[in-house]
């Protein structure tokens, strides 16, 4: 036969669960952490569905000492009969690809997992599995090993009086990169499932380390709201508002829930969910919200002559300072996603059963709360102002940079010699120091280098126009070349990474801390889409100085300490306390360098976890931001003999 041949024989069929252990990546996106945080995720779900369908008020995740995860709930049991395939249900459901109840429309009114790929995904992606049903007053269990290999049929193991569905499954080392699970990432997950459900009682347990916590919420999405708004001040309690809708053609029902709290600052946050699931990149809900919001504030302002019968106020002046939460819950026939993800909600009658609730029950909430309207109505007119002052400020600067030939940006930015955006990286450097080096070290073709002096203004406290007239913040914005805020567009993003580079530093981690904020209220699709990263340059230099002299860098202190402790020559320790004073060839071979170089992608897991630790480190209340600091940092005071 040839060599390399492509014919009949060439041709490898991949039957059920083998696929999914050949091209894992295709059903849970990756086999890093993230991936292995999903299996939770896929059979939390399931026990979440039961919840929504009305059964089963209680759901506990334990991770096990050997990392493995166990998943329990209360609903109705996996059913344990024959099926009309000949095979016990049980073993369909967990082995089989596209089979569940979510396909007939009988087993559940309304999902978040509509594939049905789910449980048999985490079954091949497993070293073992372990099924118990308790159902039908009797307990049965099935056990599966290596990828979804069936161990024995299925048995009954006793008598009982309860329901529900226990489930133990331990990944498969050979698949995913990490086994370790991280509590942290699980607690943030259950606790978001623990707020969408009214009186959902989730709990988590780690036998690592015996630790254990409850989440249960009475008011539901109301209390989701003042979790973001923990420490800011609030203008009102939060405002909930519910009620159905139902779609003429169809006859199905959409059920519609909205939490929202004005607090004092400027930036709005919405969060958005479609049975559980959230929609991080919006969709109809959110379309259908915003129009109601500024329908019902404009109807009132009219009304009640706070602004002329020609004046409209817009959407984005009345929603400053606003935390809003948003949970729809449709049934299979309407739900329809934009994309692969379920990031974007593409159902057109969820834009009006939102827009129909929330206008109607909004309406009648402002005229009762006459005070607090007239102060948001307000808000926003002065919201309007500034960003009138904000625009033309923009308009003189573009004018400003316009006359002076590009100087204003030049004089900063060393550009990059290719044209390619996906491609080229911005390096943000603290200091003209540090930056006159970079611009040396630096691979002319893809890397821009923009010194940036002093520390960037917070703008987690600041309005618009201050935020512009800040001539760094300014000359990002230019350099970046996508615009900021609304109008942002990842499309004419002129960098495909864009790199802090800070001192090592408490002031670098400040500079660090003061970017991510400007880029998460501003320029939110660039942390998204992974664009955004921190260098780690070296904190150690150390010489070798035996026949030939020899130079190595150490990241951590344990790094340095192996390093000095296998040497068997004298050595010379320097402890960098800035990149100044790396020489250009130092900094391209420890931190700029694609092939050497170590950097973090700053990434955006929990929009509200994210939100409440911006505003703990750089909102107004100190005395939160100096617990956060005494329970999380450690200070230490080294002396290195050098």
């Known amino acids: ?91 369909i459901i967990y082995t089989k690809l596209n089979a569940g109840g979510k396909f007939g429309g009988n087993g559940y009114k309304t999902t978040g997992g509509l594939h049905g790929v789910g449980a048999s995904v985490v079954n091949a992606l497993s070293s073992y599995m372990i099924v118990t049903s308790y159902r039908d007053g009797k307990i049965h269990q099935m056990k599966f090993e290596n990828g979804g290999t ?3 049929k299925i048995q009954v193991l006793g008598d009982t009086k309860k329901t529900g569905t226990t489930v133990t499954f331990k990944p498969d080392p050979t698949i995913f990169t990490t086994t370790l699970y ?40 109301s209390e989701y709201v003042a979790f973001m708004n923990n420490g800011k001040k609030p203008l009102h309690n939060v405002a909930y508002f519910e009620g159905n809708y139902t779609v003429l053609e169809s006859k199905d029902t959409i059920e519609v829930e909205v939490a929202l709290q004005f607090v ?42 706070l602004i002329k019968d020609t004046q409209n106020l817009e959407g984005t002046d009345i929603r400053a300072g606003m935390t809003a939460v948003i949970s729809v819950r449709i049934g299979e026939k309407l739900l329809e996603f934009e994309g692969q993800t379920k990031g974007k909600l593409g159902t057109p009658a ?78 943000l450097v603290e200091g003209d120091s540090a930056g006159g080096s970079a611009k040396n070290g630096r691979d002319r073709r893809y890397q821009a280098i923009l010194p940036l002096r002093g520390k960037v203004l917070n703008t987690e406290r600041a309005s618009d126009e201050l935020i512009l007239k800040n001539e760094e913040i300014n000359t990002m914005i230019y350099t970046i070349g996508a615009d900021y805020g609304e109008k942002f567009d990842l499309k ?71 390093i000095l402790s296998e040497c068997k020559c004298p050595t010379l320790l320097q402890r960098y306390k800035g990149l100044g004073e790396m020489n250009a060839e ?15 992608q700053v990434k955006l897991e929990d929009f509200a976890d994210a939100e409440s630790q911006i505003d703990i480190l750089m909102g107004k209340d100190s005395s939160r931001r100096r617990d956060w600091l005494e329970t999380h940092v450690s200070f230490t005071l080294e002396e290195e003999n050098i």
Request: with cysteine; glycine share 6%.
């Open 492 to 562: 004419k993003c002129n960098y495909k990474k864009i790199i802090i580079m800070t001192d090592a530093d408490d002031d670098g981690a400040h500079i660090q801390v003061l970017l991510l904020t400007f880029f998460f209220n501003y320029m939110k699709p660039l942390v998204e889409d992974g664009r955004i990263y921190i260098a780690l340059p070296p904190l150690f230099k150390i010489t070798k100085r035996g026949k030939k002299e020899e130079i190595v860098y150490a990241w951590t202190n344990e790094e340095k300490d192996k």
């Open 264 to 305: 004092d600052t400027y930036s709005e946050s919405i969060v958005s969910f479609v049975n559980n699931v959230k929609t991080s990149d919006g969709g109809s809900h959110e379309t259908g919200f915003k129009t109601a919001l500024t329908r019902a504030f404009n109807d009132y302002a009219h009304k009640f002559k």
């Open 150 to 152: 069936k161990v024995s």
């Open 1 to 91: 036969m040839q060599k390399n041949a492509y014919n009949d024989e060439s041709i490898t069929v991949l039957e059920g669960l083998e696929h999914v252990r050949k091209r894992p990546g295709m059903y849970i996106g990756s086999t890093d952490e993230r991936g292995l945080h999903h299996l939770v995720w896929e059979i939390v779900d399931n026990s979440i569905d039961e919840a929504l369908a009305g059964y089963g008020r209680e759901i506990t995740i334990i991770i096990n000492d050997d990392n493995s995860i166990t998943v329990e709930d209360n609903g109705r049991g996996v059913p344990c009969g024959m099926h009309a395939t000949g095979k016990n249900t049980m073993e």
């Open 350 to 427: 969820a834009k009006t059963a939102v827009d129909t609730v929330l206008y109607e029950k909004l309406s009648y909430y402002l005229i009762e709360n006459k005070q607090l309207t007239e102060d948001i109505v307000k808000k926003a007119i002065k919201e309007a102002e500034s960003r009138a002052a904000a625009r033309k400020a923009r308009e003189l600067a573009r004018m400003d940079k316009k006359d002076k030939g590009d100087r204003n940006i030049s004089a900063k930015l060393a550009p990059t010699s290719e044209k390619n955006k996906e491609i080229n990286e911005l390096y």
């Open 586 to 600: 130092q900094l391209w071979d420890t931190t700029m360098n694609p092939e050497t170089r170590t950097l973090i």
């Open 182 to 221: 991280n509590y942290d990432t699980i607690k943030t997950r259950i606790r978001e499932s623990a707020f969408l459900i009214k009186n959902l009682k989730m709990v988590l347990k780690d036998k690592r380390n015996n630790k254990s916590e409850e989440f249960i919420y009475e008011n539901g999405i």
